[in-house]
C-alpha cells in the first residue's frame, strides 16, 4: 500500500497536564488508517521534526496490524517525505 498522504489532528498545545491526544491518517486512495497516540509530553505539533517523530510512531503501530505486517506492505510515496529524509 502507498501512502500518499497524513492528516494530523486532534493534537493541541493546550492540554494542563502536559499529556497531548491525537490522531495521525495514513491515507492510500480510498483507505484511511487512523492510529490513535498519546504522548507523554506536549510537543509543537508545527515542527517538522515533531510531525516526523509522529509518522514513524504511526508507521510502527500499523506494521503491528496483521493486515500490514508483510515486507513492503506499507511505503511511502516519494514525495511525502522532506527531502534528505529516507523512508
Known sequence: MMITDVEFS???NDTPDGATHGSISLIAGDTRINVP???PRRVEIGK???RLLLL???LR???HMPEYRA?????LAPNLLPSGIRA
Open 71 to 75: 515486507k513492503g506492505a506499507l511505503r
Open 37 to 39: 497516540l498519546t504522548l
Open 48 to 50: 517538522s521534526q515533531h
Open 61 to 63: 503501530q500499523t506494521r
Open 10 to 12: 486532534g493534537f493541541r
Open 56 to 58: 514513524a510512531e504511526a
